[in-house]
């Protein structure tokens, strides 16, 4: 197999040794693949303001639905007020987080390029 690629390099015009980075580039990828339990830590230690919001806003959507199923109009409404907040929180966290992120990556640049 490494000899039809050899070939094929050849054929194509270039060395063996041009298309090394490729391997190595497919090494680094695979190396280490990133689970899904990972991801969710690695997110919630950097941004855990958008776990807490979307936590209440379903606590706050499943009890005024239970108030709405019950009879309950009044509380129904408050916990659907209070479900609109917990969304509008939600999504300033979220975007409080990407902010967060960006202005970080760009020091981090800012201190590689001096």
Same mark, same amino acid.
């Given at each position: 197999?490494?000899k039809?690629r050899?070939?094929? /390099?050849r ?6 040794e041009d #298309?090394?980075w ?8 695979n190396e ?7 991801k ?8 855990p303001?958008?776990p ?8 706050a959507? @499943?009890?005024g639905l239970?108030?709405f ?7 129904s409404?408050r916990?659907m007020?209070?479900?609109? #907040? ?13 902010? /967060?992120? /960006? #202005?970080? @990556?760009?020091?981090?640049n800012e201190?590689?390029?001096?």
């Amino acid at each position: 197999m490494a000899k039809d690629r050899a070939k094929a /390099a050849r054929d194509a015009g270039f060395d063996e040794e041009d #298309l090394e980075w490729i391997s190595s580039l497919r090494h680094d990828i695979n190396e280490h693949q990133e689970t899904a339990g990972e991801k969710f830590m690695r997110k919630l230690k950097s941004n855990p303001l958008v776990p807490i919001g979307c936590l209440a806003t379903i606590t706050a959507l @499943s009890v005024g639905l239970w108030n709405f199923k019950s009879g309950r109009s009044q509380a129904s409404q408050r916990m659907m007020r209070m479900r609109v #907040l917990a969304q509008g929180f939600t999504v300033a966290a979220l975007i409080g987080g990407i902010a /967060a992120n /960006a #202005l970080k @990556s760009t020091a981090a640049n800012e201190a590689a390029d001096k």
